[in-house]
């Protein structure tokens, strides 16, 4: 099974509707992150967290909202989707006890809002 | 704005090396210098790092400019299946936050 996991994979929708995008891991890493990616453009991040009770906005955080429930899982909410917020979503995992900064990405949800 | 700059596309032959060029020049002193790549639209694959020394892995060798201001990641044997987009990174120890750009999309020719 995968370590880093992401549900839906696909995921259409309209526009007003609110959604839910879901990341789990069992990788025991205490950091998590989201991402989106746009046609042709490298990641940008929208929010990350360290442990359950730390939540960090990225560089694109307008219009999203997260959810540490556990340590292993990390939601990305879409209030009110708008068809500018298309685009494919990758969560992250890391571990900041080895120290490193290596991130290990999920499979990727891609989004279409209409 | 992304801290790195890459070329935006380059072409390989299989079997030769591929050699990708990373400036870095804002880098500081505790500044990691990440690889990834990313196969069609997969999720990013971690590649290589390094701090100051030239490291080397199973899958590539990073070579690091002595001011530390560009990189080169290599990929000794190029495979059709090392066409990918490869992104170079940048981040300060301790912030564990990437910044990317848009990385170079490296095709390998049959």
């Known amino acids: 099974d995968a370590d880093v996991t992401q549900t839906p994979r696909n995921r259409i929708t309209k526009t007003g509707k609110r959604i839910m995008l879901e990341c789990s891991q069992t990788k025991g890493h205490d950091r998590m992150y989201w991402y989106r990616q746009d046609p042709g453009l490298g990641l940008r991040l929208i929010y990350y967290?360290?442990?359950?009770?730390?939540?960090n906005k990225g560089e694109i955080s307008d219009g999203y909202s997260v959810s540490r429930q556990a340590q292993a899982k990390f939601s990305l909410s879409l209030e009110s989707a708008i068809p500018n917020q298309t685009a494919l979503y990758f969560c992250?995992?890391?571990?900041?006890?080895?120290?490193?900064?290596?991130?290990?990405f999920g499979p990727g949800t891609r989004l279409t809002v209409l | 704005d992304a801290k790195t700059t890459q070329p935006p596309s380059m072409d390989c032959a299989e079997g030769r090396a591929a050699n990708l060029p990373c400036n870095h020049s804002t880098i500081s002193g505790n500044e990691y210098v990440y690889w990834y790549r990313q196969i069609h639209s997969q999720g990013p694959q971690y590649i290589i790092h390094?701090?100051?020394n030239n490291e080397t892995n199973e899958m590539a060798s990073l070579i690091i400019t002595e001011d530390r201001k560009s990189s080169t990641l290599i990929l000794p044997h190029a495979t059709l299946r090392d066409t990918a987009v490869y992104y170079c990174i940048d981040t300060t120890s301790g912030t564990y936050k990437y910044i990317f750009g848009t990385g170079t999309r490296l095709k390998v020719l049959a």
């Open positions: 390094g701090l100051k």
């Open positions: 967290s360290f442990d359950v009770k730390d939540i």
């Open positions: 992250a995992t890391g571990a900041t006890w080895d120290g490193s900064n290596e991130q290990f």
